[in-house]
């Protein structure tokens, strides 16, 4: 078996639990990201199956995920249940205990007021597409888990936002919320968040899934604003950027299959190392003193 579509739950996807003929920790994206990103060592500790201790997130950054979460299921319509709490803020307690009870629960919590206008900017961005040529009719949140490294196989897995098929083709769709959807901002996300390794990963599964050379798989990245005039810009990654992405996506398959094989999960250094100057820093350090 070399790919599957799977369906779990976002929790389970999450926390690697996968079907039982998917053995072993899988790669995720993310996880690759950590693994070249930081080192071996925070992979392991942030892997669900490994160390799993996971991620501490802040108030703001839970917020942020909400409202993610709520425009994917808004614009692909499918998701985890909304919960829509009455309220002008978080500020009052019985808003703050609805809002994390939601989350426990694995819902999305949002006041009414930001529904309202998530709903607003959904139908904009939807109209947006649709004026591109971008209409996504296909299928959303698909799950995929397939091998990787024939000589020493290793798992992976993917939550791909938007799949289209048809005609011997296939074309993914893959949707951020941001406020800054300006085009030098959106090259700027996608290599500060590794979204073209994100690419190199997800068009290598639709890949093993389909059975189709990657000459007929297209990857669409569409950047929506989530404030006035909720801006969207779409567009591919350029040579460079797919090159530097499949790159990094087989750097982390080798590391990721040689840490396992091992059960050896290095950290930045072994052996002390020195301390180079940054390259901003040039000259002499100059000491000024006035004369007497």
């Known amino acids: 078996m070399r790919a599957q579509r799977i369906d779990i739950t976002e929790d389970d996807y999450h926390a690697d639990k996968l079907p039982d003929w998917c053995t072993g920790p899988s790669l995720s994206n993310s996880m690759a990201k950590i693994l070249l990103d930081k080192s071996p060592a925070h992979a392991y500790a942030a892997h669900p199956k490994l160390g799993g201790a996971g991620r501490v997130l802040p108030a703001s950054t839970l917020a942020t995920f909400d409202a993610g979460k709520l425009a ?3 614009l692909l319509g499918r ?4 919960v829509v709490i009455d309220g002008e803020d978080w500020r009052s307690k019985e808003a703050r205990e609805a809002r994390d009870e939601a989350r426990e629960a694995g819902k999305i919590p949002t006041l009414r007021g930001a529904y309202d206008t998530a709903v607003t900017a959904a139908d904009i ?3 947006k597409l649709a004026h591109m040529g971008i209409d996504l009719d296909g299928h959303s949140e698909v799950q995929l888990a397939w091998q990787e490294n024939p000589s020493d ?3 992976c897995r993917g939550m791909l936002d938007h799949l289209r098929i048809g005609d011997g083709r ?3 769709f893959d949707l951020k919320t941001t406020r800054d959807a300006k085009p030098m901002s959106a090259s700027h996300s996608i290599v500060r968040y590794g979204y073209d390794t994100q690419r190199a990963a997800y ?6 899934l389909l059975g189709i050379g990657c000459r007929a798989i297209d990857f669409v990245f569409i950047f929506a604003e989530t404030v006035p005039p909720f801006a969207v810009t779409a567009g591919r990654l350029d040579d460079v950027l797919v090159a530097r992405g499949e790159e990094r996506w087989n750097q982390a398959i ?3 299959a040689r840490c396992l094989r091992a059960d050896h999960w290095p950290e930045y250094a072994n052996t002390l190392v ?4 940054p390259p901003w820093m040039s000259g002499d350090i100059e000491i000024g003193f006035e004369e007497e």
């Open 72 to 74: 994917h299921k808004l």
């Open 79 to 82: 998701g985890a249940e909304v």
């Open 125 to 127: 961005v939807r109209g």
């Open 153 to 155: 196989p290793i798992w």
């Open 170 to 172: 296939a074309t993914i």
């Open 203 to 208: 068009s290598r599964a639709v890949e093993s």
């Open 254 to 256: 080798d590391l990721w």
């Open 274 to 277: 020195q301390f180079e100057a």
